[in-house]
C-alpha cells in the first residue's frame, strides 16, 4: 500500500471531497451528527425567511439574512467537506485494492486430480496447488512445498517472501503472487470473507462505528448543543421584556456561535485520520476503537525471539558434556534435526555440514519425527529402534532425562549458563536417558532498541519481555535492550497470564505475536498486532495486523493511538474556548443599545451589533477548514508523561482557543464593518 501513499490534498481526493461534501447535506445523514444537525436545520430557517420575506416581515433584512444563510452553509458544508477529505484517502486505497482483487482461476485438487475452477467457487477447506507465476487464488495456510510470493500487491512492498509449510510463514493471502517454485495451499476462507475484501471495507470506512470514546464526546457536545438552544430561546422573552425584539436570525446566529461547531465539524475527520495514519504505516487496525486503545496503552508485551532479537537463531558451536565426545554430539544433534523444519533445527544440520563433520544423521531419518512445540520446547525424533533422541531448552530435558532415570553431566549447567550469560540459547542434547552437550544458537539484539525502549518509558509505558528461554539467556538480552521486565522460560499460557495479571490491575496491555500459539493472548489483549506473516489464527485473533510484519511497529501505534487521544482532547478544548470569546462578541451587540450597562461587556468594541454577529459567525466558519490540516495530521506529537502532555495542551489549546478569536473576530470586524 506504501507505493499507493497520496498526499492530504491530492487533487482527485480534494474534488471528490468537495462533491461530497454536499451530498453529506442530506439531513438523514446529517442527523448522525447532532451538532451540525442543528446548524443546518437553522440554515434552512434562514433561507425560508430569505425566500419568502413578506411572510416573516423580513423585508427589510434581506441583505443582512442572505449573508448569514450564506455563513451557515459554509459552516455545514466545512464540516462535511473535513469529514469526507478523511473519508476520501481511505476510499483511494479500496480502489487500488479493489483492482488486484480479480477473479483467478485455480488449480483445485479432487481425489488426488487436479481440476481447474474459478477462484470465486473456492470454499473453506479446498487444497489448491499454485506454480511460479500464478495468483494465489485465496487465503489459506502452506500444507506442502516452499515458494517465494511476491506479496506487494497488498503490502506494496516489492522484495519476494518465503513461504512454507509448517512454522510461522505459512500463512497465505489471496491475490498475492508466486514467483518461484510450487506450493499446496489449503484455503481458509470463503468468498467475500477474504483478508482483502476485510481490508477494502476497512480503509474504505464501510465498517467503521463510532468508538466508544467518539460516542461519549458525542454525548457532551450534544447535551450542550441542546443546554445552549434552551439558553436562547429563554433569550427571546428576556429581550423582549427589555423592549428589544431579537430576530431569528440572529438568535441563529448567536446559538451556532455558542454551540461546540468547531470539534462538532472536525470529531470524525479526527477519528479517520487516525485510523488512516494507522494504515500509512502499513498496520491494518479492525476497528477505531483498537487505535485509540493503543493511545491508553500501560503495558507492551513483547517476544525476544524476532521482536527485541533478528530471531535467525543459528547453531554456532556444539559443547560437549559429561564423558560425550565433540563427534558423538554433533551427530545426535543432527539427527534430532533431521526432520526439524524450524530455522533452528536446519541452522543444526548446517553448521553439521559447515565443519565437514562426518556424521549421516539421515539414516535416522526413518524415525518418528517430535515435532517442536512452544508447549514441550523440545524436538526429536524416536528412532526405529526404539531409541528416543531429543534436543531442546536446557530445562527442559533435564527434566525429560531425569523423569527416565538419567543423571546429570556436572558441567552441564556450567556450559550452559555459560552460553545464556552472552545472551545465545544453549538447546540441551539427549538419547534416552544420557545428555551428550549443547547446541549454542547465536541470535543478536536489534540495534536501537534501548533508545525505543527508553521513550516507551518516558511515555510511561511498562515493557514486558516473554520468552520460552532460560533465565540466563533471557536478563542478558533485556538488560542488552533495556525492557524494564522479562519473564522466562514462558509457555504460551503464561502470556495470557501476564496479560490478565496487568488487566487485573486495570493496565490496558499490548501485545505482539505470529504464531497459533499467540492467538488466545492476542485476543485476550487490549490491542493485539499480528504479524502478517505469521498465521490466519494468529491474525484472525488480533485487531491489527502488520503487513510488514515489524513487531517493533507496536511503539508506532501505541504513539498513533495517543497521538489520536491527544487531538481530539486538545480541539474539544480548543472548541468550547472559543465559544466563550464569541460571547463577548455578540451578546453585547444585541443588548448594547437598550442596556447601556451592557457596555462594560464590549470589550472587543466592534464596529455595529450586526457587523458583531457577522463577524462571529464568519470566524466561527472559517475555523473549521483552518483546523482540518491539524485535525488531519494531529498534533505535534514528543514522548513524554500524559500529565505532562495534557497540561501543556489545555495551556496552549486552552488558551489559545480563548484569544484566537478575539483577535480574528475583531480582524474580521474591521473589514465586515466597512461593508455595512
Ligand atoms: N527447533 C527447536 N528444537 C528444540 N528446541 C527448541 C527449538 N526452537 C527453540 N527451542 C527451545 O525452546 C525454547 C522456546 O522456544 P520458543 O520459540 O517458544 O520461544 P523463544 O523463541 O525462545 O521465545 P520468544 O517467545 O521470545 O520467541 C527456546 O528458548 C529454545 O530453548
Ligand atoms: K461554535
Ligand atoms: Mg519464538
Request: include cysteine; hydrophobic fraction near 45%.
Amino acid at each position: 500500500m506504501s507505493g499507493q501513499r497520496k498526499s492530504m490534498l491530492s487533487g482527485g481526493i480534494a474534488k471528490q471531497a468537495l462533491k461530497d461534501s454536499f451530498m453529506k447535506l442530506n439531513p438523514a445523514v446529517m442527523m448522525k451528527n447532532p451538532v451540525m444537525f442543528v446548524v443546518e436545520v437553522g440554515t434552512f430557517v434562514v433561507l425560508l425567511m430569505v425566500l419568502f420575506p413578506s411572510y416573516f416581515h423580513t423585508e427589510g433584512r434581506i441583505g443582512f439574512n442572505l449573508t448569514v444563510f450564506l455563513i451557515l452553509l459554509f459552516t455545514v458544508l466545512f464540516a462535511n467537506f473535513a469529514e469526507a477529505l478523511a473519508e476520501g484517502r481511505g476510499k483511494a486505497q479500496a480502489d487500488t485494492l479493489k483492482k488486484s482483487k480479480k477473479d483467478t482461476t485455480a488449480n483445485k485438487m479432487v481425489g488426488g486430480e487436479i481440476k481447474v475452477v474459478s477462484s470465486a467457487e473456492l470454499r473453506k477447506g479446498d487444497v489448491v496447488i499454485v506454480s511460479q507465476g500464478e495468483m494465489i487464488p485465496g487465503d489459506g495456510e502452506v500444507i506442502e512445498g516452499l515458494a517465494s510470493v511476491d506479496e506487494s500487491a497488498i503490502t506494496g512492498e516489492s522484495a519476494p517472501v518465503i513461504k512454507e509449510a509448517g512454522g510461522d510463514f505459512s500463512s497465505v493471502t489471496g491475490g498475492t503472487r508466486v514467483v518461484s517454485d510450487q506450493i499446496k495451499v489449503m484455503i481458509k476462507s470463503d468468498p467475500g470473507e477474504s483478508f482483502l475484501d476485510r481490508m477494502i471495507s476497512l480503509v474504505e470506512g464501510a465498517a467503521r462505528q463510532k468508538t466508544p470514546n467518539e460516542i461519549a464526546l458525542n454525548t457532551l457536545l450534544t447535551t450542550l448543543t441542546l443546554i445552549f438552544l434552551i439558553v436562547v430561546v429563554t433569550l427571546a422573552p428576556i429581550a423582549k421584556y427589555f423592549g428589544i425584539s431579537l430576530d431569528i436570525p440572529v438568535l441563529i446566529s448567536l446559538l451556532v456561535c455558542l454551540i461546540p461547531t468547531t470539534i462538532g465539524g472536525l470529531l470524525s475527520a479526527i477519528g479517520i485520520a487516525g485510523m488512516d495514519r494507522v494504515t500509512q504505516f502499513n498496520v491494518l487496525a479492525m476497528s477505531g476503537k483498537a487505535v485509540e486503545a493503543s493511545g491508553d496503552i500501560n503495558t507492551i508485551i513483547l517476544d525476544k525471539t524476532g521482536t527485541i532479537t533478528f530471531g535467525n537463531r543459528m547453531a554456532s558451536q556444539f559443547i560437549p558434556v559429561g564423558d560425550a565426545d565433540y563427534a558423538e554430539t554433533a551427530y545426535w544433534a543432527a539427527v534430532s534435526s533431521v526432520k526439524d523444519e524450524t530455522p533452528e533445527g536446519r541452522s543444526v544440520l548446517e553448521l553439521v555440514k559447515k565443519q565437514s563433520i562426518e556424521v549421516h544423521p539421515e539414516a535416522a531419518a526413518a524415525g518418528e519425527f517430535i515435532e517442536f512445540k512452544a508447549e514441550t520446547r523440545m524436538s526429536g525424533i524416536d528412532l526405529v529402534d526404539g531409541r528416543h533422541v531429543r534436543k531442546g531448552a536446557v530445562d527442559a530435558v533435564k527434566r525429560w532425562v531425569q523423569a527416565q532415570g538419567g543423571s546429570i553431566p556436572a558441567d552441564l549447567d556450567m556450559e550452559s549458563d555459560k552460553i545464556a550469560s552472552e545472551g545465545g540459547t544453549p538447546l540441551a542434547v539427549a538419547v534416552d536417558s544420557r545428555i551428550y552437550g549443547l547446541i549454542h544458537l547465536k541470535d543478536t539484539v536489534k540495534p536501537g532498541m534501548k533508545e525505543r525502549f527508553d521513550q516507551l518509558r518516558q511515555m510511561g509505558i511498562k515493557t514486558i519481555m516473554c520468552t520460552g528461554d532460560n533465565p540466563l539467556t533471557a536478563a542478558t538480552i533485556a538488560q542488552e535492550a533495556g525492557v524494564d521486565d522479562f519473564i522466562a522460560e514462558s509457555k504460551p499460557e503464561d502470556k495470557i497470564a501476564v496479560i490478565r495479571r496487568e488487566q487485573a490491575e486495570g493496565k490496558l496491555v499490548a501485545m505482539t505475536g505470529d504464531g497459533t500459539n499467540d492467538a488466545p493472548a492476542l485476543a485476550q489483549a487490549d490491542v493485539g498486532l499480528a504479524m502478517n506473516s505469521g498465521t490466519a489464527a494468529a491474525k484472525e485473533a488480533a485487531n491489527m495486523v502488520d503487513l510488514d510484519s515489524d513487531p517493533t511497529k507496536i511503539i508506532e501505534v501505541v504513539a498513533i493511538g495517543k497521538q489520536l487521544l491527544m487531538t481530539r482532547g486538545a480541539l474539544t478544548t480548543f472548541s468550547i474556548a472559543n465559544d466563550v470569546a464569541k460571547y463577548f462578541a455578540i451578546i453585547p451587540a444585541m443588548f448594547m443599545a437598550a442596556i447601556p450597562e451592557m457596555n462594560v461587556l464590549n470589550v472587543m468594541k466592534l464596529g455595529s451589533p450586526l457587523s458583531a454577529i457577522l463577524s462571529a459567525l464568519i470566524f466561527n466558519a472559517v475555523i473549521i477548514p483552518l483546523l482540518i490540516p491539524l485535525a488531519m495530521k494531529g498534533v505535534a506529537y514528543k514522548p513524554i508523561s500524559s500529565s505532562r502532555l495534557l497540561s501543556r495542551n489545555l495551556l496552549i489549546f486552552g488558551l489559545g482557543g480563548v484569544i484566537a478569536p478575539f483577535i480574528g473576530i475583531k480582524l474580521i470586524d474591521l473589514v465586515v464593518h466597512l461593508w455595512i
